[in-house]
């Protein structure tokens, strides 16, 4: 499993794993919109989020 980063909330988390993502780098393979949809996904979560995904040079699925 994934150690997420900093600001992210345990209920996000679960959000996560609730439809298998459990890296960083499988975030690339779901669209922003469809992570907005999930219940505990905020936009705090999702601006952590990309902020991790720019870091390693990926982005969310257009």
């Known amino acids: 499993m994934e150690n997420w980063p900093k ?5 996000a ?3 996560l794993n609730s439809v298998r993502i ?12 469809t992570l907005n949809a999930l219940h505990s996904m905020g936009p ?3 601006e952590v ?3 991790a995904l ?3 040079g ?3 699925k257009e």
Do not use: C, N, V, Y
Request: aromatic content about 4%.
């Open 22 to 33: 459990t890296t960083i780098e499988q975030l690339s393979t779901i669209d922003e919109q």
């Open 49 to 51: 989020l990309k902020g």
């Open 7 to 11: 600001g992210m909330s345990t209920p």
């Open 44 to 46: 705090k979560a999702i």
């Open 13 to 15: 988390i679960r959000a």
């Open 58 to 60: 990926l982005q969310f």
């Open 54 to 56: 720019h870091e390693k």
